[in-house]
């Protein structure tokens, strides 16, 4: 990328195609996404179809932003998303075409828990019937999917919930293309392949889908050994259609399956489309998007302040970055006038610390599994009490990388700090590396909008509750360096 920052300066409406072409992109790299955010205030993402990668463009650029947002095409994708995992409406069906069932078991998994019923309707189809006892010939099979498909019909057996399978196929012979059959799904046979749904197949999967309120479905519809629209997935695209029009709630994923439903129906605007499929994949995996953790909003639920704390009215301490949570436990049970909160991205430390504040009793204490950067002002804005005083602590396991040192604080972090703090509430800043104590300072005072007096450097811990990782450097004999700001 040959631009100068003149260029940048100079422009109103800046433009870039096809980000996907440049190494830095791809690789997320630091530089090059602060570039891409030179005089950027305010950050907007609205292709969600690639917040499942982490791009310089999209998780990159959020950091050197003020605020992060996702665009209304974003948000409106993701909430269709969130209400096809929780959703009231029954009987709730899943049609899957495509294949790499091995790849998609978690994913297939949490439809089989959230479903009515899977309809298995492309290649994946071939390896339920391959492992329900059906012959399948070998070529047609994917390797290593044997357990996952048999997992899968488990998982279904024990939800009580069917499973469809093509009851018989179109087929061709491999010798000879232009010789094709209908072949059932217990007769399959060497030398030919599938390329479409037979007639009794289609029979059972309108009857199937007649009764539905609402229907994901997974593309493509079709086999991959046919050459061009098979007549199965136009009849189940009108079929779907019809559906739509009479109120079922219907989500179509993926481009071949866009494809299909925008060739039959009139109306496209009663469905919900969402044409790359990877995404949507990752989403039902259970799996965090980057693209979507980088946007201020990534924490998506309303915390009952009520529920967690017994007295709301007390002052909030919050620590970022908190780790296993020695810190915040220990000060929780030395100091019951304050209510305590950590942040911590590792969600497995804070599933640790939570069962700690359960089985000690501590009322006073939380711990939230998210990023503190993107999500402290959202978070800790609806918090009742006023916020008395925050606390970062060795802030990177990491430090002595220079190349990942300086993430965790970053200006969008520090001003929503600021924005929150009350009047005379504190800021404490420790760590083991004078650098990056340095710069946490530098970092406070210049984003802290004037708000912010520096005090003395602290000889020892103001607080007498040490984290774990400072009681480790000060069992090797190595210093700590520590401030104190006051708003």
């Not at 499942?52 to 994708?77: I, M």
């Amino acid at each position: 990328m040959l631009l100068k920052m003149q260029v940048l300066e100079k422009t109103d409406i800046f433009l870039l195609e096809n980000l996907s072409e440049s190494k830095e992109e791809v690789a997320n790299c630091p530089k090059f996404a602060e570039f891409l955010a030179s005089g950027v205030d305010i950050f907007i993402n609205d292709s969600f179809s690639s917040s499942h990668k982490v791009l310089a463009s999209t998780v990159g650029v959020p950091r050197f932003c003020c605020t992060s947002l996702a665009g209304f095409y974003f948000e409106e994708t993701l909430c269709q998303l969130k209400k096809a995992v929780k959703t009231k409406k029954k009987p709730y069906m899943a049609i899957i075409g495509g294949g790499n069932l091995f790849e998609k078991e978690d994913a297939l998994q949490c439809l089989a828990s959230k479903c009515n019923g899977l309809i298995f309707v492309g290649m994946m189809s071939l390896q339920i019937l391959h492992v329900l006892g059906h012959y399948v010939p070998p070529n047609l099979l994917e390797p290593g999917a044997d357990k996952p498909a048999i997992n899968i019909i488990q998982l279904a057996c024990d939800k009580k919930i069917p499973i469809f399978y093509p009851k018989d196929f179109w087929c061709v012979n491999d010798h000879q293309p232009t010789q094709m059959e209908i072949t059932s799904a217990h007769g399959m046979k060497d030398g030919w392949r599938p390329i479409d749904l037979g007639p009794l197949s289609l029979d059972e999967l309108d009857s199937l889908l007649t009764q539905c309120k609402k229907i994901i479905c997974f593309g493509p519809m079709r086999f991959k050994f046919s050459s061009q629209s098979p007549i199965g997935v136009s009849r189940l695209a009108k079929t779907l259609d019809e559906l739509s029009q009479k109120g079922c709630d219907i989500t179509i994923v993926g481009n071949a399956a866009c494809n299909a439903i925008a060739k039959e129906s009139a109306v496209l605007s009663s469905y919900h489309m969402i044409e790359n499929a990877a995404v949507v994949w990752e989403f039902f995996r259970g799996r965090r998007l980057p693209g979507i953790m980088a946007l201020d909003r990534a924490y998506p639920f309303k915390i009952d302040w009520g529920s967690v704390y017994e007295d709301t009215t007390q002052p909030l301490v919050v620590d970022v970055g908190s780790g296993n949570g020695l810190f915040l436990l220990g000060m929780a049970k030395r100091r019951k006038d304050l209510n305590f909160l950590g942040l911590e991205i590792n969600k497995k430390l804070v599933s640790r610390c939570l069962d700690s504040i359960d089985q000690h009793g501590i009322g006073n204490g939380y711990f939230i599994a998210t990023n503190a950067t993107s999500t402290f002002y959202s978070l800790v804005s609806s918090y009742p009490g006023k916020l008395e005083i925050v606390s970062i602590q060795c802030p990177n396991p990491d430090f002595k990388n220079p190349k990942h040192r300086w993430r965790m604080l970053q200006r969008s972090l520090v001003e929503a700090v600021i924005d929150l703090l009350a009047p005379d509430g504190k800021v404490f800043l420790q760590t083991d590396v004078l650098g990056v104590a340095l710069r946490m300072v530098k970092l406070f005072l210049k984003y802290g909008k004037d708000k912010l007096i520096q005090e003395v450097w602290l000889q020892e811990n103001p607080f007498g509750v040490r984290s774990d990782w400072e009681q480790h450097v000060i069992d090797r004999g190595d210093p700590m360096y520590r401030v104190m700001l006051m708003k």
